[in-house]
């Protein structure tokens, strides 16, 4: 007999016994194998052996998801915003160094008014290259924004705020939270941008990433999770850093009339290449050594040599010469397109 020319209760019945009491799952010999790679084939795919692309060196890399929290009111978005304008100008950000490229920011939380206000001053040959989407009064269709990225091909996005992005409605629900981020991940893997996210902190102090607001499920969605905090100056800020890619880093900067300016954290990377950029073409190893220790930057040859290997290695640098006596090696910065100052003073 159907359940539809049946008792409604005895229906009712029959629909509960089903949910509780499902079919069995199919046996193992019907069920296909895990589709599996021999790792000596992954070793040789060469987009799996890429080197990071980085957007902000050590911060933000292209096709991640990361998030820069801290308590409300410390310049989480005042901060981002000077990093959008350097970005799309395809200049340093504190010492740190940067690929240019659009922006996209997702505005939740601060409204039309005073977003123009965060970038009125913006040279306006750089701001039709930051698009902006506002709206206090719903979040955005997430199929919406992952069309604007791959219409856009932004280097950077920025979504303000995560809570009201994911309008997780318990915010210590582990399960709601990964369910809420595993489409900002996979945005962020397809289209290869660089996906910030702002949020708050815990009341409680927490190390390694742990004093992010919520459920403890959201540190591990995130392959860089940045602390924002106040440092010794009522303008300096202190950027505590965990990422899966370069593990802990700190970055100190003080905000002055003219932007950021890094006092501590800075890598030696970002200092080799910025002092390779300030020196021209055909520097040796010798050579640029000296500047970095006339610019009161301790390090050894072995590092300076490393560091510009890495930048070679990453697309920032050239090398010509065989690296014997009569021959040495000697370096070059690859030419950038260096776009305007991005705000006024």
């Known amino acids: ?11 009712e019945y029959e629909r509960l016994a089903a949910e509780l009491n499902p079919a069995p799952k199919a046996s193992r010999a019907e069920v296909d194998p895990l589709e599996t790679q021999p790792l000596a084939e992954l070793l ?14 050590p911060l933000f890399e292209r096709g991640t998801l990361s998030v820069i929290y801290g308590p409300g009111k410390i310049g989480k978005s005042t901060m981002l915003a000077d990093i959008a304008g350097h970005v799309i100008a395809g200049r340093d950000w504190a010492g740190q160094s940067v690929t240019g490229g659009p922006v996209l920011w997702v505005d939740l939380e601060q409204g039309r008014r005073r977003l123009a206000r965060t970038f009125g001053s913006m040279d306006r040959t750089l701001a039709g290259q930051l698009h902006v989407w506002s709206d206090l009064s719903a ?8 069309r604007t990225i791959e219409t856009l091909q932004p280097a950077l996005v920025v979504m303000d705020s995560l809570a009201k992005l994911c309008q997780v409605e318990e915010e210590n629900d582990n399960a709601a939270w990964q369910r809420a981020l595993q489409p900002l991940e996979a945005m962020a893997r397809a289209n290869r941008a660089a996906v910030v996210v702002i949020d708050h902190d815990r009341k409680g102090e927490g190390e390694h990433g742990r004093a992010l607001r919520g459920a403890s499920s959201k540190l591990a969605a995130f392959d860089a999770a940045i602390h924002l905090k106040r440092a010794n100056t009522p303008t300096g800020r202190r950027l505590e850093m965990v990422s899966r890619e370069v593990g802990d880093f700190t970055l100190t900067v003080d905000r002055t009339a003219d932007g950021y300016r890094a006092t501590s954290g800075v890598t030696a990377e970002c200092r080799v290449l910025a002092a390779l950029r300030s020196l021209g073409d055909a520097v ?7 500047h970095l220790e006339r610019q009161g930057f ?7 040599a490393a560091r510009l290997s890495d930048a070679v290695e990453n697309g920032h640098a050239t090398v010509s010469g065989t690296g014997t006596k009569n021959d040495p090696k000697v370096y070059a910065a690859v030419a950038r397109v260096v776009l305007p100052v991005p705000f006024a003073a």
Request: glycine letters at 0%.
């Open 44 to 57: 040789e795919d060469p987009a799996v052996l890429a080197p990071a692309e980085w957007i902000v060196r």
């Open 298 to 304: 301790t390090v050894s040859n072995k590092t300076v």
């Open 1 to 11: 007999m159907s359940t539809t020319s049946m008792d409604p209760e005895l229906a």
């Open 139 to 146: 979040r955005p269709d997430l199929s919406r924004v992952w």
């Open 284 to 290: 040796t190893v010798k050579v640029l050594h000296h």
